[in-house]
């Protein structure tokens, strides 16, 4: 299958071999680098009409690449990961309309996490490129017509610098220190389908071959999750921070109350605990500004007696006593809404 896919030929060097190649029996072992060809071999294993398409197929599945070890650095480089993979198998007349809806997807998702300074490029035929050069001159061009397609878009050629097998489109976001991270990527493929055969029957019956586009949008999940962390600086937005709220009793006495707190918040959803440790208010609440625990909600006698909480935000002073009411709906709203602000 990697022989026929090309990466056999074009990626070895950086591929996991668990036993050595034997050049007389000419078989070899090695695990998964990337899901093109199995993804291929699932397409071909039944017949399609263009209703069918486009068939879509998403995997998640974990990768192995043999990174060098002067590269592999944290979670940004790593040999083992797992990718936001999806093909695309496509009609020649449905590419623009998909790339188009990858753009948006894309776009979309970024916006979620406050990427907003984003890079486009364009690279092209590479020496080692499979295929009808001719072929790569007509992809380049449907790639390059979808870029020029949006107005508010500016964008940079790579010549020589796409995979082996097309062109692809690359999305390079800046984290808060200013570092480029290539993260997205769309390639426009009319090799592998023409190598694996695939086909799919057209309106006038003849069979026809799908175009394939390969698309990922974080990317690397442990590299996006690095890249992230780094871009908030820890502070992560209220929807994805591992614990949401957390409730500081002044007093043992107030214990009780302060898990009501915790169950109301619990009830609607959000990530919440209680600190209940004999501990001095001050010292609870830097160990919350530590943990970087985005909501603290203090509790004293008259907090319970009232039923209200004296919310502090991450970084920020005391917002003043407030309803408990008013306070979850203000957490559980920042969530609901992926709001990037407490």
Same mark, same amino acid.
């Given at each position: 299958?990697?022989?026929r896919s090309?990466?056999?030929?074009?990626?070895?060097?950086?591929?996991f071999?668990?036993d050595?190649?034997?050049?007389?029996?000419?078989?070899?072992?090695?695990?998964?680098?990337m899901?093109?060809?199995?993804h291929?071999?699932?397409?071909?294993?039944?017949a399609?009409?263009?209703?069918d398409?486009?068939r879509?197929?998403a995997d998640f599945?974990r990768l192995?690449?043999?990174?060098?070890?002067?590269?592999?650095?944290?979670?940004?480089?790593?040999?083992?990961?797992?990718?936001?993979?999806a093909?695309?198998?496509?009609?020649?007349?449905?590419?623009?309309?998909e790339?188009?809806?990858?753009?948006d997807?894309?776009f979309?998702?970024?916006r979620l996490?406050?990427? @907003?300074d984003?890079?486009?490029? *364009?690279?092209? !035929?590479?020496?080692? /490129?499979?295929? $009808?050069?001719?072929?790569?001159?007509?992809?380049?061009?449907?790639?390059?017509?979808?870029?020029?397609s949006?107005?508010?878009?500016?964008?940079?050629?790579?010549?020589?610098?796409?995979a082996?097998?097309?062109?692809k489109?690359?999305?390079?976001?800046?984290?808060?220190?200013?570092?480029?991270?290539?993260?997205?990527?769309?390639?426009l493929d009319?090799q592998?389908?023409?190598?694996?055969e695939?086909t799919?029957?057209?309106?006038?019956?003849?069979?026809?071959r799908?175009?394939?586009?390969?698309?990922?949008?974080?990317?690397?999940?442990?590299?996006?999750?690095?890249?992230?962390?780094?871009h908030?600086?820890?502070?992560?937005?209220?929807?994805i921070?591992?614990e949401q709220a957390?409730?500081?009793p002044?007093t043992?006495?107030?214990?009780d109350?302060? @898990?009501?707190?915790?169950?109301? *918040?619990?009830? !609607?959803g959000?990530? /919440?605990d209680? $600190?209940?440790?004999?501990?001095?208010?001050?010292?609870?609440?830097?160990d919350?500004?530590?943990?970087?625990?985005?909501?603290?909600?203090?509790v004293g006698?008259?907090?319970?007696d009232?039923?209200?909480?004296?919310l502090?935000?991450?970084?920020r002073r005391?917002?003043?006593v407030?309803?408990?009411?008013?306070?979850?709906?203000?957490?559980?709203?920042?969530?609901?809404?992926?709001?990037?602000?407490l």
């Amino acid at each position: 299958m990697w022989k026929r896919s090309g990466h056999y030929e074009n990626y070895r060097d950086d591929m996991f071999f668990a036993d050595e190649f034997d050049e007389v029996e000419e078989r070899s072992m090695s695990v998964k680098p990337m899901n093109c060809p199995s993804h291929c071999l699932l397409f071909g294993g039944k017949a399609h009409s263009y209703r069918d398409l486009p068939r879509r197929i998403a995997d998640f599945g974990r990768l192995h690449r043999y990174e060098r070890s002067g590269v592999v650095t944290g979670l940004t480089r790593v040999r083992t990961f797992s990718q936001d993979d999806a093909h695309i198998f496509c009609t020649p007349e449905q590419i623009e309309t998909e790339i188009t809806a990858l753009f948006d997807f894309i776009f979309e998702i970024y916006r979620l996490f406050g990427f @907003e300074d984003i890079k486009f490029y *364009l690279s092209t !035929r590479p020496e080692n /490129a499979m295929g $009808d050069p001719e072929v790569w001159r007509h992809a380049e061009e449907v790639l390059q017509r979808c870029l020029e397609s949006r107005e508010d878009l500016e964008f940079t050629i790579k010549p020589g610098d796409g995979a082996f097998y097309g062109p692809k489109i690359d999305f390079d976001v800046h984290d808060a220190l200013g570092r480029a991270w290539q993260l997205a990527t769309i390639q426009l493929d009319f090799q592998m389908p023409e190598r694996f055969e695939l086909t799919y029957v057209d309106s006038d019956g003849s069979e026809k071959r799908p175009v394939m586009i390969h698309r990922a949008i974080l990317g690397s999940l442990e590299r996006f999750y690095g890249v992230m962390l780094e871009h908030f600086g820890g502070d992560l937005p209220p929807w994805i921070a591992p614990e949401q709220a957390r409730v500081l009793p002044i007093t043992d006495a107030v214990n009780d109350y302060a @898990e009501k707190v915790a169950a109301e *918040l619990t009830k !609607r959803g959000l990530r /919440a605990d209680v $600190d209940r440790r004999s501990e001095k208010l001050g010292y609870k609440i830097r160990d919350g500004e530590t943990t970087k625990v985005p909501y603290l909600l203090v509790v004293g006698q008259r907090e319970a007696d009232d039923g209200t909480v004296s919310l502090r935000l991450r970084h920020r002073r005391d917002e003043g006593v407030l309803p408990l009411d008013e306070v979850v709906d203000r957490i559980v709203n920042a969530v609901e809404t992926r709001s990037l602000k407490l």
